[in-house]
Nanobody, 125 residues
Framework: QVRLVESGGGLVQAGGSLRLSCTAS????????MGWFRRSPGKEREFVGY????????YYVDSVKGRFTIARDNARNTVSLQMNSLEPEDTASYYC??????????????????WGQGTQVTVSS
């Protein structure tokens, strides 16, 4: 059974930083692409970024480029999302996602197979 568990959410002031982690089990992590999504109240789940199986390639949504960084540790089956210069607009539940297929699409939640339960990030102004 595949399990993704996020941690690290919390309350932070605008301009601050948070680091989210996601620990995976039950899948071949080193062969999996890992992604992060977020959902704000009243909005659909939004793509944040993803990292390739070997960590060489990353993609980010324009709104977080230069502020967020995704990294992975295949020895520990973990992927992280370092969030700097946080803004109130970043307030959302953040979800870790995984996939093992080789599809070229990545920005829709339907492109991803496995999901964590989410962790809340609140940025105060």
């Amino acid at each position: 059974q595949v399990r993704l568990v996020e941690s690290g959410g919390g309350l932070v002031q605008a301009g601050g930083s948070l680091r989210l982690s996601c620990t995976a089990s039950g899948l071949s992590f080193s062969n999996s692409r890992m992604g992060w999504f977020r959902r704000s109240p009243g909005k659909e789940r939004e793509f944040v970024g993803y990292i390739s199986w070997n960590g060489v390639t990353t993609y980010y949504v324009d709104s977080v480029k230069g502020r967020f960084t995704i990294a992975r540790d295949n020895a520990r089956n973990t992927v992280s999302l370092q969030m700097n210069s946080l803004e109130p607009e970043d307030t959302a539940s953040y979800y870790c996602a995984a996939r093992i297929d080789m599809g070229i699409r990545y920005s829709s939640p339907y492109d991803w197979t496995y999901w964590g339960q989410g962790t809340q990030v609140t940025v105060s102004s």
